[in-house]
């Protein structure tokens, strides 16, 4: 004896595909432009160093940091999660996109030796 399997109609094929579109984008985060990132990376070159690498031990090297580590921390300091006075400013306006971006060029970058 066959089983049959119920068919969607075609309205409720698309309402399906609908919601799972909805919920990827929801959860979808930018995707990082290296090209971009270096454009905006000028700033943060005063404290971490031309290419990511910092000459200061107060201040990290970014080079070859992960992208997915980088956003994190980017967010963090910029949404008032993780407190630090000298970075407040330079993070407060970037968006997540910029975020992305920075991220991405930074993970691209040779870390320091």
């Keep these: 004896m066959r ?3 119920p068919v969607l109609s075609a309205a409720g094929t698309i ?11 929801i959860g979808a985060e930018p995707v990082g432009n290296k090209a971009d990132g ?3 990376a000028a700033v943060c070159a005063a404290c971490h160093g031309p290419k990511g690498i910092s ?5 990290p090297s970014l080079a070859g940091q992960q992208e997915a580590y980088l956003v994190k921390q980017i967010k963090e300091f910029r949404d008032g999660v993780r407190l630090e006075a000298t970075m407040q400013p330079f993070v407060a306006n970037l968006s997540d996109q910029d975020a992305a ?9 040779t870390p320091c030796p």
């Design 3 to 5: 089983t049959r399997l």
């Design 15 to 25: 309402a399906a595909l609908l919601v799972v579109a909805a919920v990827v984008a």
């Design 38 to 40: 270096e454009a905006k």
């Design 55 to 59: 000459v200061n031990p107060l201040w």
């Design 101 to 109: 971006d920075l991220a991405a060029y930074y993970a691209s970058l």
